[in-house]
Structure formats: structure tokens, C-alpha cells
């Protein structure tokens, strides 16, 4: 069974920085594309960040672009998103997520972590 589990979420004040982690168990996921979504409350969810399997590439969403950084381990099959500059607006729950036929399509969610950001 696929698996993934999110940590490194918790409360910041604004202008910090936070890095969240993503293991994925369950399959070997080196070769899959994987990102990161967020929902805030009463929003509806957005991507925030991609990165290609081989972490050649990597994509953001305009309201993180120079502040977050994603990254992956694929000899941990672990991916991380490091949140600088942090703000009340970055609040949300944070998802990672896997696209393994790299078509846009992200067939496996974790369970989420919040990420609050006080101002």
C-alpha cells in the first residue's frame, strides 16, 4: 500500500521559516514526479511546487516563487519543501503528493500538515 507521511508543519511568526518533509513507503517512487498542494481555510486547494524525478526541474506556484524551495532524496524516497520568508497567507494545510506517470496527474495525497503563520 502506498503511503506517504508529512511532518515539519507547526506555527511560525511571519518572516520565518519552516521545512516540510514527505517519506513515501509502499513503492519506490525515484522515478515519479512528486510536489506539494496547500489548502487554506475555506479555500480551495492550489499547487504550490513540483520537482521531476531526477530533481532536474522544478516548478512553483507565482505566490512562492523565491521563497520556497523544494527538493528531493530519492535514496530515502523523501521530498522536502524548505518555506522561507514565511507569511499569514502561506497558512494552510500542506499535502505532498506523487505524479507517477508525469502527466500532471497526482494519484497519491498524504494526510497533510498544517502550517500556521502568525502575523
Known amino acids: 500500500q502506498v503511503q506517504l507521511v508529512e511532518s515539519g508543519g507547526g506555527l511560525v511568526q511571519a518572516g520565518g521559516s519552516l521545512r516540510l518533509s514527505c517519506v513515501a513507503s509502499g513503492r519506490t517512487f525515484s522515478r515519479y514526479a512528486m510536489g506539494w498542494f496547500r489548502q487554506a481555510p475555506g479555500k480551495e486547494r492550489e499547487f504550490v511546487a513540483r520537482i521531476t524525478w531526477s530533481g532536474a526541474s522544478s516548478y512553483y506556484a507565482d505566490s512562492v516563487k523565491g521563497r520556497f524551495t523544494i527538493s528531493r532524496d530519492n535514496a530515502k524516497n523523501t521530498v522536502y519543501l524548505q518555506m522561507n520568508s514565511l507569511k499569514p497567507e502561506d497558512t494552510a494545510i500542506y499535502y505532498c503528493?506523487?505524479?507517477?506517470?508525469?502527466?500532471?496527474?497526482?494519484?497519491?495525497w498524504g494526510q497533510g500538515t498544517q502550517v500556521t503563520v502568525s502575523s
Open positions: 503528493v506523487v505524479d507517477p506517470s508525469s502527466t500532471g496527474t497526482y494519484d497519491y
